[in-house]
């Protein structure tokens, strides 16, 4: 069994952690050389250890913006990489970038082709070096991918012209479908042991599911799974010499937001839990009728999650129906 760790020292309190989102927490995550470059390793190089953390330098700079000369007019293009590094292996040197997608829209075809392109023509203007760039689609969505991955996917392209016309291709890695084998960074390990953890088991996860896991990895797996805050719970007591108990941080939680009076605090973080337990976003409909309910239902709504009585929407309506 790997030996526990201590939470690292960190300039941001545990509380503060709480108010970051997704991407910001991706990018500070990924400022660690170790994380990025074994990240690299297990998703594009299948586990291999191709790219060593001292060949890997972060890009401080990820603004993509620049204009474009038309005329007398320009165009102009604000653009933003969530990571940007500048990578090396065996003395050849690429661009790695990295963008977080929480959501599958359908356009990431576009805004990835985008990006590279902006970053070429930024560096081609500057007459500087152009160098290759490889980016990953890192996928935190609960839901599969089904949305286009390549250029020809988006349009109606008969089979003649496929060998001739310029196609684009997107590389997306989903984190709950990832063998954590393929890592061998150990906080890579239980960030993506976590997550698949939370996804599967809800709160139902054992008490040393988080011993040894520093704090960082445990609020970001909280953060990409929708319970930060019952995993920053979790954590609090850990650190006050207790064990993780999940049920138990859940039902504070919920008298956090009862005390405090946010019934759509409460209301949120039901349907960021809610994809653990029925196994499927939930719909349109079932998120308005959990975002317009009274504290009591609400309540009552929470009490059945942690005894495991929601498993589908269906559960969710004769919830409420129990309570009229």
Request: glycine residues 6%.
């Amino acid at each position: 069994m790997r030996q526990k760790v201590k939470y690292r020292k960190r300039k941001t309190h545990l509380e503060s952690m709480i108010l970051v989102g997704q991407d910001a927490l991706w990018k500070e995550y990924f400022r660690d050389e170790g994380h990025l470059s074994d990240f690299v390793n297990g998703t594009l190089f299948h586990g291999e250890q191709k790219l060593s953390s001292t060949n890997v330098s972060l890009n401080q700079n990820t603004d993509m913006s620049t204009t474009i000369p038309n005329g007398d007019l320009y165009l102009s293009l604000n653009r933003y990489r969530d990571v940007l590094a500048t990578c090396s292996i065996n003395n050849n040197s690429f661009l790695l970038g990295i963008e977080n997608e929480s959501s599958i829209k359908g356009d990431e075809v576009f805004k990835i082709w985008l990006y590279d392109w902006c970053k070429y023509f930024i560096d081609y203007q500057n007459k500087k070096i152009l160098l290759p760039i490889i980016t990953i689609v890192l996928s935190t969505s609960t839901s599969r991918w089904t949305k286009p991955k390549s250029l020809f996917e988006l349009i109606d392209i008969p089979d003649d012209f496929k060998d001739i016309a310029n196609n684009f291709k997107v590389k997306v890695y989903n984190l709950y479908d990832q063998d954590k084998n393929l890592f061998h960074n150990n906080d890579n390990q239980d960030l993506i042991r976590l997550v698949q953890l939370l996804k599967n088991k809800g709160t139902n996860i054992s008490d040393d599911s988080f011993d040894g896991v520093s704090e960082d990895v445990a609020i970001l797996a909280g953060t990409i799974t929708g319970m930060k805050e019952i995993v920053a719970l979790c954590l609090q007591k850990m650190k006050n010499g207790g064990k993780c108990d999940m049920l138990e941080s859940i039902k504070q939680s919920n008298l956090k937001f009862k005390n405090e009076g946010r019934i759509e605090g409460k209301a949120e973080t039901i349907i960021k839990l809610l994809p653990t337990y029925i196994k499927c976003e939930p719909s349109a409909s079932i998120i308005e009728i959990i975002g317009q309910s009274t504290g009591d239902k609400l309540d009552k709504l929470i009490n059945e999650l942690v005894v495991c009585k929601i498993k589908s929407e269906t559960d969710v309506l004769r919830s409420f129906n129990k309570i009229n």
